[in-house]
């Protein structure tokens, strides 16, 4: 009997060894074939490429590299002087045309009381002249109103709540207009992206809780499906002088999956867990919860 009971053990236990393999090789495929996680992910945000308007001398930079801003907090301070003048000088081109504009009416009415003393040519040339005095009134204004508005943006302005990185501004420095001055990250559009296999989309839907770890980081953040890119680039084609495509002629036997981008909107942060764009992260899609 005791050969009998040890060959039962060992088929038992070369079964259970076979059956485990096979959950365990089960368990493999759909973990790395099927549920969608990926660890290609990453924090991103928005960047603001703060520009002036006008150009000029740098006369005063108000923040300090990494520091958290909020909108209307004063970035920097192009050379102020310059456009103060130029606004002068409108005020001063308003006072003349408005008084030209009067002498002109004052001549109008003059001629219009003297009635049929004055020449009929005489009467539409002082017509003309008031109305060509009332354009240069109305052209003057509108020049001072552009120099008081580039007066007022020679001051730059946060437009988000966000944090100035990567500085490298100084007074003295010259900055021509539209030329980016510094990089600001919109605090509150940080988010993650989620790189996925084509393979697994079938199972990410808008509104799918997701679990985000990390590299680096003990602590999880949850959140949920935001969105899902409308396209990637295809570096097959490319364009033609002609507008014809160019595809490529060969063709690779083995395909890889395409990796698509899944927005993820951040719900849940732990306390000290700093979102850095460009950290990595592991993100996993949860199946919703049939309520």
């Known amino acids: 009997m005791k050969p009998l009971y040890a060959s039962l053990g060992r088929a038992a236990a070369t079964i259970l060894i076979v059956v485990l393999a096979i959950v365990v090789a089960l368990w493999l495929w759909r973990r790395y074939e099927v549920d969608p996680w990926t660890r290609d992910g990453r924090i991103r945000a928005d ?14 930079v108000a923040v300090r590299d990494n520091q958290a801003v909020k909108p209307g907090d004063v970035l920097f301070v192009v050379d102020r002087p310059r456009f103060e003048l130029t606004l002068a000088q409108s005020d001063a081109a308003i006072a003349s045309a408005r008084a030209t504009l009067l002498q002109a009416r004052r001549e109008s009415q003059r001629d219009l009381a003297l009635g049929d003393l004055v020449a009929a040519e005489t009467h539409e040339q002082n017509v003309a002249r008031v109305a060509t005095a009332a354009a240069a009134l109305a052209q003057a204004r509108s020049t001072r ?14 437009t988000v709540h966000g944090t100035v990185t990567n500085l490298d501004l100084h007074p003295g420095d010259y900055i021509a207009a539209g030329t980016q001055a510094m990089a600001l990250v919109d605090t509150d559009s940080l988010r993650v992206e989620g790189y996925f296999e084509e393979t697994k989309l079938g199972g990410i839907h808008v509104g799918d809780p997701v679990v985000v770890h990390l590299m680096g980081e003990d602590q999880a953040l949850h959140g949920r499906v935001d969105s899902i890119a409308a396209g990637i680039n295809d570096s097959e084609r490319t364009n033609t002088s002609n507008l014809l495509p160019n595809v490529n002629p060969t063709f690779n036997w083995v395909r890889l999956a395409q990796r698509i981008p899944v927005r993820v909107k951040l719900l849940r942060v732990p306390k000290g867990v700093q979102l850095i764009v460009g950290r990595t992260a592991t993100v996993t899609v949860k199946p919703q919860v049939a309520s």
């Open 145 to 158: 109103a552009t120099a008081a508005l580039n007066l007022a943006r020679t001051t730059v302005r946060a």
């Open 47 to 60: 960047i603001v490429r703060v520009t002036p308007d006008v150009a000029g001398l740098v006369t005063q």
